[in-house]
Nanobody, 124 residues
């Protein structure tokens, strides 16, 4: 079992920035097993970012160039720096864990453990 706790959400104006944090309860969990997702009302859960094997990062096209994923394996903590936020970024943001560490999948079905989420609201 892994518990995930997200934090850092809030309300910002368009063009603003936020940094999300996800802390895992299992301190042996590496960040390559973790990813960020979001879900807006009435929409499917969308994979945003994760690390691949050897440390490269994979991003969804919708956030590429604006969001940056980082992590601290020693703390089993994942971060998501979000810049140039847009109203369409408004959603609940989730951290998730998969056993397919370092793979290129951002398919929600591949992830077994989920946090409760943190709300991000971007106003125009």
């Amino acid at each position: 079992q892994v518990q995930l706790v997200e934090s850092g959400g809030g309300s910002v104006q368009a063009g603003g920035s936020l940094t999300l944090t996800c802390r895992a309860s299992r301190n042996t969990l590496i960040t390559a097993c973790m990813a960020w997702f979001r879900q807006a009302p009435g929409k499917e859960r969308e994979g945003l970012a994760r690390f691949l094997t050897y440390g490269a990062a994979l991003y969804a096209d919708s956030v590429k160039g604006r969001f940056t994923i980082s992590g601290d394996n020693a703390k089993s903590t994942l971060y998501l720096q979000m810049n140039s936020l847009k109203p369409e970024d408004t959603a609940m943001y989730y951290c998730a864990v998969t056993s397919h560490c370092g793979s290129g999948s951002l398919n929600a079905g591949s992830f077994s453990y989920w946090g409760q989420g943190t709300q991000v609201t971007v106003s125009s």
